[in-house]
């Protein structure tokens, strides 16, 4: 697996990503707002630059000091989206979760409620909320 820490990550990489992702979406309008937005960050992230498969994750911790990965975003090339995959990429984010000494992993979708539905099934937990204002 291609995984890179942030300052090793090229912005010529990432953008090349945003571009792929961005244009899926109908967002290559906002090209420069999100490498702004990466460059901004990309020091503190977790890059995975796979044949199939791209993710962005950061490490944190809570007002305890408990130490939780996230998932910033990930994009699976269209051709390659199968349940399969999905599955094996679960797998990757909670092993490299676990090798970051990490005891949560947090991630979300904000394009659609399918992914809701495997995370609950798999252990997840309701916690947080988001409204469009």
């Known amino acids: 697996m291609n995984i890179l820490l942030g300052k090793s ?60 990965m996230h998932v910033v975003s990930y994009y699976v090339k269209k051709e390659c989206r199968n349940i399969r995959l999905f599955l094996t990429i679960q797998r990757k984010f909670e092993e490299l979760a676990k090798a970051f000494d990490c005891q949560y992993l947090v991630q979300g979708s904000h394009f659609g409620d399918r992914l809701y539905f495997y995370l609950e099934r798999n252990g997840y937990h309701v916690a947080t909320m988001r409204k469009e204002l």
């Open 9 to 68: 990550a090229s912005m010529e990489t990432i953008n090349g990503w945003i571009e792929r992702v961005n244009a899926e979406f109908g967002l290559t309008e906002r090209n420069a707002l999100s490498s702004r937005y990466f460059e901004a960050i990309k020091d503190d992230c977790i890059f995975i630059f796979e044949p199939d498969w791209e993710a962005v994750l950061t490490i944190d911790v809570d007002m305890w000091m408990r130490r939780e």
